[in-house]
């Protein structure tokens, strides 16, 4: 019997809302989940403020995502994403971004110039 974390997609037609839920492996994508522990919307939204960037809603109970993985629950790519980025889980693949941190690696390489004899 294997447990996944994964998304159960839900909203309406381009307009859509994930519950992140924990189900059977074999089961439909939308069907009846053993427990709904957070919701996610892809669709960003902008700040109430009217400044910054805007943001993708993220709502998760942490400390039963920390259950389930604690007893073998895997979690889908998108939601080991999610929660990556919540701390509970390293990431999957390595992030661009960590590239920056050598400079060396960020610069593009300029061309070597002949000394002419």
């Not at 159960?8 to 989940?33: E, M, W």
């Not at 980025?85 to 390489?109: D, F, Q, S």
Request: charged share 25%; proline share 10%.
């Amino acid at each position: 019997m294997v447990v996944r974390i994964r998304l159960a997609r839900f909203g309406k037609c381009h307009q859509p809302l994930y519950n992140i839920v924990i189900a059977q492996a074999r089961t439909a994508r939308d069907s009846k989940p053993i427990e709904v522990i957070g919701t996610y919307d892809p669709i960003p939204k902008p700040p109430a403020d009217g400044v910054g960037k805007p943001f993708k809603h993220i709502q998760l109970d942490i400390s039963r995502a920390k259950y389930w993985l604690g007893v073998g629950a895997q979690a889908s790519d998108p939601v080991w994403r999610l929660l990556s980025l919540a701390g509970l889980l390293e990431p999957k693949w390595p992030v661009a971004r960590l590239a920056t941190k050598n400079k060396e690696a960020a610069r593009p390489k300029e061309p070597k110039l002949k000394a002419k004899a």
